[in-house]
């Protein structure tokens, strides 16, 4: 999950000086923020589906919203390979909270 986020941060890195500073620095700070969260407990595995829960509802949902946002206001701006990096990130970070949920589902039933 870790290096999906970094990825994310290093495409969105790319963008600097291409006047999206105003989407691009709530996305940035949004990643720091999950960042934080999952740093915050990793050596807490007792927090662990808390947190996965609610990173991958509200989270990917906000995540989504800020992207599509810097889409949107970077239509004329983005290149393909930009558009690709932010497709991939994306999908590796969708790909790391599913995963996450369905092992913690699987291997840990009992859990809320």
Known sequence: MLDALTSLGWTLKALQGKGLEDVVEPLQAYLNQIRQQVLAIRGK???WAQMWASISVDGWQE???LIL????????VLDI????SLRIDASLIHYHLFTSNRDLDMLLPWLP
């Open 45 to 47: 595995p007792k927090e």
């Open 63 to 65: 995540l989504n919203r």
């Open 69 to 76: 946002s810097l889409i949107k206001s970077g239509a004329q």
């Open 81 to 84: 390979p930009i558009l690709k």
